[in-house]
């Protein structure tokens, strides 16, 4: 169902098969306080409105730019994710097997996506270079969720999901272990003490070869720094 006053914005081009689905970000306010977004997938070969599939609800945010700016840090893994996950929305669900692990698994791969290449330590002088340096930002953010995450007692982090998600049920082997893996990510980021984008580039150009190390340690060696 189409809320009134929903916003559709075009995110990217997603590959699942044989076919090339259109990914759509869509945020509306839920509140006077809030901002609701989710993702909505459409096949190229239709442009019929029942052809799409959507996720439920990932983002909740106090501004429709908060939820802009969190969409912009997923790369594809997570969008071919989500999608998969849409397509698959009658599947069934199981239970928590290891499913401190499965988390650490899919940050790490977006994680890795997102940052690509480490840039050197010039400062930016292009829109280009700042775009680079956000999109290294973002994969910041994913690994102190990860690395957060890694920190916490498996059992204990199955009773915060089970809080989070208000009792529902989260499997990895079935449709729905992305879309709510993102609400668990989302709501951890949110309550982690993290920095703002540019306290957090000031500190990456004086030292970069610091945040080389950290990277590299927790996703080539597979061990939290």
Known sequence: MTIPSERRRSVAFVKHGDDTWACFLVTFPATARTWHGYFSFRPSHS??????????????????????????????????????????????????????????????????????????????????????????????????????????????????????????????????RVQFAMMVVDHIERLLPLPDFESWASDFLAHPEAYRTYTHTLHREGRLP
């Open 47 to 176: 442009e019929l409105p029942e052809d799409e599939v959507r996720t439920t609800d990932i983002f909740v945010e106090a501004s429709e730019g908060e939820i802009h700016e969190k969409a912009r840090g997923l790369g594809r893994p997570l969008l071919l994710g989500l999608l998969d996950s849409a397509i698959h929305a009658n599947g069934g669900r199981g239970g928590n097997t290891h499913l401190r692990g499965r988390f650490r698994s899919l940050l790490t791969a977006n994680s890795v996506e997102i940052a690509g290449d480490w840039p050197g330590d010039v400062p930016p002088r292009t829109q280009g270079e700042v775009d680079r340096l956000r999109s290294l930002y973002e994969s910041y953010r994913l690994d102190q969720v990860s690395h957060f995450i890694c920190l916490i007692d498996p059992v204990d982090f199955e009773c915060a999901v089970d809080e989070i998600l208000a009792g529902e049920s989260i499997d990895f082997l079935t449709k729905d």
